[in-house]
């Protein structure tokens, strides 16, 4: 799958068109000769053949090397400083020249090694991730992990140029995340640039073209199959089909949409890479969002060689590294240059340099703190204060005596003042309006500063006069292309804010000295003045205004309009289940909303606390529904303080604080009835059902969520009934009525995803998962789950994450996959203890102990009676049963005690668990037990008492039609 690619004159490898230098030979594409060579420094040479992202300019060409960019070498008549009034950051920033262009291919692959200065370790990873997806066939990842500058793009450009030389025929595809992004926007835009469209592209032929592609891509004439194909990546993409039959009846339905979506999606890359090796590279991944990452675990799980290597700052590595990549996975942090690395950054920087002397090593080394980015900056800063001299012969040479002076820009702030100081005064206020709409900025946004603090044209009485022209956004628009030429700013793109042109800081340092260079009522006007932009000018939706908005709003002193702008955009991320990015929003909302702005800071209080409930950070979730109830006692809002009384008890009860739980939930229940607030009366018998189910009182539990069922459907709350459901279906599981159980869970699984109730639906997923469990349906019981987890991890609900990693476990280990059990198992447990969810812990512990009794582990006796002091401490009758069932396997491995006597402790262990499941009124569960109670008896010689209690279990599931009976009945047969 390559992007739109334009081709090198010199070797015709096919480039993305991102590129400006061929990643197979080194060549410039469409730019002026690009030089590469080597740089040698006192005991350290390098051999350098590095592909920039930036050409060679013909006037750095030529006041470096003193070479004309299409000729000779002219000579130089005497020494001089250098002259570089002509010479841009960007144009210096260059990591490898010569003094010749070359004009012939670089040499074949075997002969050339593309170095990479001071990156010795991530060069070997990648290159071991490249073998290992095109030798084995099998997706591999690495993640290179490092702060603004430290070259982590020239790395992804690194990859390119391995792999173009290892594997001539490679596909080369690349993306990049952008503040902002949310969901498919990196890997729309790959797709949008590998169908090759375009703002003036037609639809139809778009349309037309994705089809061909696709056709060829997957090597298929199922005219279906391409239709299905082209039509969901489309959709993936925001290219419309309309009244495609593919997609109708997915709009109610966006999980199975976006399942199918991804399905093409993996099709389509699948395809690609079955034809060529395949090169994925992921840029500022750091930005990316938890639905991105979804998309890259979901192609990791391709059945083709697809190498993936992306780069970003933290948490990258740490993201990465929980990714599973069949062919192996690398993540780790970008190395910073050491005092030899920056020696040979030097001379490549100024490849004409005689020597590299210790004390400017060392102060470089120092001040740039080993960062490229900053590195670049300080050399420019030395070139133009003088530093460096040019000699008669061409040579370079370091005035060191002007180093000790101390009169040079040797901080990064220097270095960014002294270019600042060379603009021009419209350069230098079109940077500064820039710096103020952040590391983005939009020409129109600046052109709205700029228009604001000039004496408006024409006359009133003249209305044409008002708005004569746009001259003056022309010479804005050629600023910012002198600030483009001299490095400041670069193009960027911003789909999400329309019919802009987006420019972004080369440099957040720059971005941020001149920021803050500015007075203070300076900026607060120009934010003020960006506000009004966005809000008279952008064609954005309500919620998306907020979210660009906002900052503006609180940095112009708006705090309470700041606050409101937050608290809108927080509502709808936090429905959308973006939660990371809803409890950022909340979060600020809380802190600018007034005191006085009762109900909004009750409503952020409420968001607030359910986001922080799904991170699993249970104590300071209490702290805001407790402050949310304060100002509701305070108002007398009955509702809301039920609702918050429920939300405290709900989270006691998930950490099994069962009595602690009771008490909230009762007073939510009389504030609910006393306000009439029939679904809040709904909401409090829902969990009271649950609370009674967990302490094994299942009629009361049956009662509560029964009166629940009745009043959701009178009140016509489809998402309150699927939740009654639910907890009908929770109870039914407990007493072992499977079927019953089935039809309440599937009954819910429909509304939920009728109303695309994503929270819920991966609710109801685990139950199905646990139902199909039960039933012996392996594979489909962990499709549930996975589907689960995906959509656990991508909420970041930790909680759900570990009991399904828990469910998932139990599954495998029930397959014979102990050691990948134990590996999901542990993980599981870590996220129990993170959150001290003692009902979590308890079935961890008790399935951990399973396994190391399959494993004939030494302690697993520990392990399980460890277990059963968890479920006892949680409380929960289920558990407790569940454990002694476990501890009596455990105990059952010992037939004899020390004296030989028949040891009777496991007996004692399967009457306990079978005790409490008759308790629970589930008596297939009790008959499973005492089935297994007559197999121990069996071995352990006691024929009489095994066939009592293997009569008893076989009454009971007879009567019941278990699905262990034939077992039964074969025991019993074959006793006599």
């Known amino acids: 799958m390559n992007l739109v690619t334009q081709t090198c004159g010199s070797c015709g490898f096919e480039n993305p068109r991102a590129f400006k230098a061929c990643a197979g030979c080194g060549s410039p594409l469409g730019v002026s000769a690009r030089a590469t060579g080597r740089a040698a420094t006192p005991g350290h040479t390098v051999e350098s053949t590095i592909v920039s992202a930036a050409p060679l300019n013909p006037s750095v060409q030529r006041l470096i090397t003193g070479a004309d960019a299409t000729g000779p070498q002219r000579p130089i008549e005497g020494a001089d400083e250098l002259e570089l009034d002509e010479l841009t950051s960007d144009e210096l920033a260059i990591e490898g020249t010569t003094n010749t262009v070359p004009s012939q291919p670089a040499p074949p692959p075997d002969d050339v090694e593309p170095p990479i200065v001071g990156q010795e370790d991530a060069s070997a990873a990648i290159r071991a991730g490249l073998d290992g997806a095109f030798t084995n066939g099998k997706p591999t990842l690495v993640a290179l992990e490092g702060g603004e500058g430290s070259g982590r793009t020239r790395l992804l450009f690194h990859a390119a140029e391995l792999a173009a030389r290892m594997y001539p025929n490679v596909r080369i595809v690349y993306a990049i995340s952008r503040a902002g992004d949310t969901g498919n926007a990196p890997f729309a835009r790959m797709l949008l640039e590998r169908f090759g469209v375009t703002p003036s592209s037609s639809p139809a032929a778009v349309r037309g073209l994705i089809a061909t592609m696709v056709a060829d891509a997957i090597q298929s004439s199922d005219a279906i199959q391409i239709g299905e194909t082209s039509h969901l990546l489309g959709h993936f993409a925001g290219i419309p089909f309309p009244d495609s039959p593919f997609l109708m009846g997915l709009d109610d339905r966006p999980e199975e949409l976006r399942r199918r979506e991804l399905a093409a999606l993996r099709r389509l890359f699948t395809g690609d890479a079955s034809q060529r090796p395949m090169l994925v590279l992921l840029d500022s991944m750091h930005l990316a969002d938890d639905e991105t990452w979804s998309i890259l675990e979901s192609l990791l799980a391709c059945e083709a060689g697809i190498a993936f290597v992306l780069a970003g700052g933290p948490p990258v590595a740490e993201r990465a590294s929980k990714l599973v990549a069949p062919g192996g996975n690398a993540a780790g942090p970008i190395a910073p240059l050491g005092e030899a690395d920056v020696a040979s950054m030097l001379q490549i920087l100024l490849p004409a340099l005689t020597v590299a002397p210790e004390p400017v090593v060392a102060a470089l080394t120092h001040r740039s703190q080993g960062n490229p980015g900053a590195l670049r900056e300080l050399v420019f800063a030395l070139v133009e204060a003088g530093l460096f001299r040019k000699m008669p012969d061409g040579s370079i040479v370091t005035d060191v005596a002007k180093l000790e002076s101390g009169a040079l820009p040797v901080t990064i702030e220097d270095a960014i003042r002294a270019r600042l100081s060379r603009l021009d005064d419209l350069e230098r206020r079109t940077l500064d309006r820039a710096a103020v709409v952040g590391e983005l900025a939009w020409d129109r946004a600046v052109l709205a500063m700029m228009r604001s603090e000039r004496n408006a044209p024409g006359e009133v009485s003249d209305p044409a006069t008002l708005w004569p022209d746009d001259d003056d956004e022309g010479a804005l628009a050629g600023a910012l292309e002198r600030l483009i030429d001299k490095g400041f700013l670069e193009r960027g793109d911003d789909p999400d804010v329309p019919h802009v042109i987006t420019y972004r800081f080369i440099h ?92 909004r800071r009750v409503e952020a209080l409420h968001i607030h606390g359910s986001v922080l409930t799904t991170l699993g950070r249970y104590d300071e979730a209490i702290a805001a529904f407790s402050e949310m109830l304060r100002i509701s006692w305070r108002v007398g809002a009955r509702g809301k303080g039920g609702a918050a009384l429920n939300r405290i008890a709900r989270i006691h009860t998930m950490r099994g604080n069962l009595e602690v739980a009771r008490g909230p939930l009762v007073r939510g229940l009389q504030l609910f009835r006393a306000g009439h607030d029939l679904r809040g009366v709904a909401s409090s018998l829902d969990d009271l059902a649950q609370l009674e189910r967990l302490r094994g009182d299942m009629d009361a539990a049956l009662d509560a969520a029964t009166e629940a069922l009745e009043i959701r459907r009178k009140a016509g709350d489809t998402r309150g009934e699927a939740v009654s459901l639910s907890t009908l279906g929770l109870i039914q599981h407990s007493r072992g009525n499977l079927d019953a159980a089935e039809e309440s869970f599937r009954a819910a699984l429909q509304l939920r995803e009728s109303i695309g109730d994503r929270a819920g639906t991966m609710q109801s997923l685990n139950h199905m998962g646990i139902i199909l469990f039960e039933r012996g349906d392996r594979d489909a019981c962990e499709a549930a789950w996975r589907a689960c987890l995906q959509e656990a991890r991508k909420m970041a609900d930790r909680r759900m994450q570990a ?108 009457l306990l668990a079978v005790d409490l499941y008759r308790d629970l009124g589930n008596e297939p569960e009790a008959a499973r037990v005492m089935a297994e109670l007559g197999r121990h008896l069996v071995e352990r010689g006691d024929l009489e008492g095994a066939k009592d209690r293997l009569r008893e279990a076989r009454a009971i599931m007879r009567r019941l039609n278990v699905a262990d009976l034939d077992k039964v009945e074969q025991t019993l047969a074959d006793l006599g």
């Open 803 to 910: 009991f399904v990693l828990n469910n998932l476990g139990e599954s495998i280990f029930v397959a014979g996959k102990h050691a990948e059990a134990r590996v999901l198992l542990l993980e599981a447990q870590g996220l129990a203890r993170d959150l001290a969810d003692k009902r979590v812990l308890a079935e961890v512990e008790r399935n951990l102990g399973l396994v190391a009794l399959a494993l004939d582990d030494d302690k697993t006796q520990e392990i399980l009676d460890r277990a059963l002091v968890l479920a006892v401490d949680y409380g929960g009758k289920e558990a407790i049963a569940s454990a002694h069932h476990a501890v009596a396997r455990g105990r059952a491995r010992t037939l004899f005690d020390a004296t030989g006597s028949a040891d009777r402790r496991a007996e004692e262990s399967f």
């Open 508 to 599: 957040s340092q720059s971005r941020d000295f001149v920021y803050r260079q500015l007075p203070e009522e300076v900026r607060r006007v120009r934010h003020q003045i960006v506000a009004d932009w966005l809000t008279n000018s952008v064609d954005l939706g309500t919620e998306s205004l907020s979210v660009f908005t906002a900052p503006h709003l609180e940095k112009a002193g708006h705090l309470a309009r700041a606050g409101r702008a937050h608290l809108e955009a927080a509502r709808h991320e936090h429905g959308k289940m973006h939660t990371q990015s809803a409890l950022r929003s909340v979060e600020k909302a809380l802190e600018l909303l007034t005191a006085e702005e009762l109900s």
